[in-house]
């Protein structure tokens, strides 16, 4: 079976911190890794997409790294700020199937 | 580029009435999906159409819900009758091929309460 795990389940820094999230799957045989960010009350949003011929992504402070052979992931942000709180979730991706995380859920504190 | 719009975005209803949800994908996107998130969890999927023909709905409770696509564009998803239990926000998401290289992109989901 399929599944993917988020550890920390919430996760409370200073700003400027720099923070890691991870994300474990269970099926290596996972072909592409998205990385969401869920504000409250809202839908998710697309913050990076690691395909499988890729080890990382990077989009401003965001890096997310993907290592099939350990089935791990993680996502590193770096100089957190205030507006970085929200859920971060990731999913592993098995040809048309998403299989998501719970999510960490991040708080920055100014 | 419009994203993908879902009505309505709350709804309370009494358990055993019915509700239907609304999606519109982002334009040109074949892949639609709808995903059950109860608070805490991650989403589940309920149904996955391609086009207007449906590729897996074997997590969709189909005594109670039922999900169309007509015209591979909008889709509507029906719970009748309602649970406590459904009570959750269900999201709509599309792609435009699935997950060989696509991302998927989420609507703001509607929220479900079954009192």
């Known amino acids: 079976k399929q599944e993917v795990t988020q550890i920390p389940a919430a996760l409370s820094v200073p700003e400027g911190e720099n923070l890691v999230l991870n994300c474990s799957f269970t099926?290596?045989?996972?072909?592409?890794l998205q990385w969401f960010r869920q504000d409250p009350g809202k839908g998710l949003t697309s913050l990076l997409l690691?395909?499988?011929?890729?080890r990382e992504q990077t989009s401003g402070r965001l890096n997310a790294s993907l290592d099939k052979s350990s089935g791990r992931s993680t996502l590193y942000i770096a100089a957190s700020q205030p507006g970085d709180s929200a859920t971060y979730l990731c999913?592993?991706?098995?040809?048309?199937?998403?299989?998501f995380g719970p999510g960490t859920r991040l708080s920055v504190l100014p | 580029e419009a994203g993908v719009a879902q009505s309505p975005r709350y709804k309370i209803i009494e358990k055993r009435q019915s509700v239907a949800f609304w999606c519109n994908p982002i334009?040109?996107?074949?892949?639609l999906y709808w995903y059950q998130q109860i608070l805490g969890q991650g989403p589940k999927l309920l149904i996955q159409?391609?086009?207007?023909?449906?590729?897996?709905d074997s997590q969709l409770p189909k005594d109670r819900f039922s999900a169309e696509r007509l015209k591979g564009v909008d889709s509507t998803l029906k719970i009748q009758p309602a649970k406590l239990e459904d009570s959750a926000v269900y999201l709509c998401?599309?792609?435009?091929?699935?997950?060989?290289?696509?991302?998927?992109?989420f609507g703001e989901g509607s929220r479900l309460t079954v009192l």
């Open positions: 998401a599309s792609t435009p091929l699935g997950g060989w290289t696509g991302e998927l992109f």
């Open positions: 099926d290596s045989a996972i072909y592409n």
């Open positions: 690691i395909q499988s011929s890729q």
């Open positions: 999913a592993g991706i098995y040809g048309q199937n998403f299989v």
């Open positions: 334009s040109g996107h074949a892949t």
């Open positions: 159409f391609q086009n207007n023909g449906v590729v897996d």
